[in-house]
């Protein structure tokens, strides 16, 4: 039985012909150290003299997704075509697993070859890095604002028949279900980083799925937790449980309605569909705050925008949420709106090279307000790593080319990327 996505060890499985090394390790090289990705490479996994198909399966297996390099030599290699089978393999078992394209060189692409986007990577430069990075977030959502966001606590897979039948009537209500991303490593900040996102969130919709060993409430501890999270935050929630699971009672008084809907493979609840629309009105007059809910990105204002706004929608899409820059921010109290935005953000990211008086002063400011700061700078001709007055005690992630600030910029907002439910993601 293979590992289930979130607990594997690798994000992405590589695939390439072998003549095509050259072209393929710069790439691979810079997901990884600049982007800061796990990845399987033969290089380093397993050379193609020891390759076997018991190796090729524990390969992909051990990763979250894979990325084929698409070119003349990939497509007439024996390996290639079966490492792709593999993949297919796991995405029909589990459609969060990746399936990425990149041709590298004038191919036709095999007919066999099933992925819906094809990137065009025959010119490794800031463009074609970002889109590769954007498309390694799986089933992206039409926004990424909060204003519609109803934190999901449940199986996000392996659901059963009526949970499955639930989700589906949830996403019908136009929320937006949001949840802490599962491939997080559970680290000491997990409560915090939950406990953020359901504070950001209008409530909480909680489906509680049968667990037979799991005594003494025969459901998922994990679910109760975040339900707890969100009683503590007066946020209204609703529970919906399969047949067999016992419903702690200082969780089911608070419920909304006070009642627990029923979620069995005979039907739902005879009172689901009034209850979720009871509650989409009383979600409407719950206050709602933004903080919390999007980054914010400090650089000179004498930037290539085209190059700032890549970031930007690089950060966006593996964080899932808004990212704010100061240039946008204009007006007669410009400073203020800055200043203002810096203090709700989760965190900012400011470009510190040559010592922008912008970025230095945003960057203070998100010290002063206790925002999570990341300082990126680009190394200087002369290789002279100074640290900032007043940021000497902040690490500043170095980089040395545009291809390196996107990718840096990537592994930083990544640690903070939340994960939405979309009906494209139910399997």
């Known amino acids: 039985m ?51 198909t018991d190796l090729l399966s524990r390969g992909i297996e051990s990763a979250r997704g894979a990325l084929f390099f698409i070119s003349p030599n990939w497509g007439s290699s024996t390996w290639c ?26 191919v036709e692409i095999p007919t066999w070859f099933q992925t819906s986007q094809v990137l065009d990577l025959r010119q490794f430069d800031l463009l074609s890095a970002s889109a590769l990075l954007r498309s390694l977030t799986p089933n992206p959502p039409l926004r990424v604002d909060n204003d519609q966001d109803v934190y999901y606590s449940g199986p996000w897979s392996n659901r059963s028949d009526a949970a499955k039948k639930a989700l589906r009537i949830l996403h019908q209500m136009g929320w937006r279900l949001v949840g802490d991303s599962q491939d997080h490593p559970q680290f000491v900040d997990s409560v915090q980083r939950i406990t953020a996102i359901i504070q950001s ?19 998922s501890p994990w679910v109760l937790d ?39 493979d005979d039907g739902l609840d005879r009172h689901f569909h009034s209850t979720l629309q009871a509650f989409d009105d009383t979600l409407g007059h719950v206050p709602l705050s933004t903080a919390g809910t999007y980054s914010f990105f400090a650089a000179s204002l004498l930037g290539d925008a085209m190059e700032s706004d890549a970031l930007v929608s690089v950060v966006e ?13 204009t007006g007669q109290h410009a400073q203020e709106a800055i200043v203002e935005q810096i203090r709700g953000a989760a965190f900012v990211i400011a470009d510190v090279t040559d010592d922008n008086r912008n970025a230095l002063i945003e960057s203070g400011a998100a010290r002063g307000a206790g925002v999570p700061l990341h300082l990126i700078c680009r190394l200087p001709a002369n290789g002279n790593r100074k640290t900032r007055f007043m940021l000497q005690d902040l690490e500043i992630n170095w980089y040395s080319s545009s291809l390196e600030r996107i990718g840096t910029v990537y592994r930083i907002a990544r640690r903070y990327r939340r994960r939405v439910l979309t009906p494209t993601t139910d399997p």
């Open 2 to 52: 293979s590992t289930p996505l979130p607990k594997r060890a690798n994000d992405l499985f590589i695939s390439y012909g072998h003549a095509d090394r050259a072209i393929a390790e710069p790439v691979v090289d810079w997901l990884g150290r600049s982007a800061g990705l796990r990845l399987w490479y033969d290089a380093s996994s397993g050379s193609a003299a020891q390759r076997t």
């Open 201 to 219: 969130s209008r409530g909480l919709v909680a489906v509680l799925p049968f667990r037979a060993g799991n005594e003494p409430y025969h459901t």
């Open 226 to 264: 975040e339900v707890r999270i969100a009683r503590g935050l007066d946020r209204p929630y609703i529970l919906m449980a399969e047949q067999g699971v016992r419903v702690p009672q200082e969780l089911a008084s608070c419920a909304y309605e006070g009642r627990v809907l029923s979620l069995s």
């Open 317 to 329: 899409g593996i964080t899932n949420m808004t990212c704010v820059q100061g240039r946008d921010l």
């Open 81 to 106: 075509k079966d490492e792709h089978e593999v993949a297919l393999t796991q995405r029909r078992s589990n459609e969060e697993f990746l399936v990425v394209a990149a041709q590298i060189a004038e």
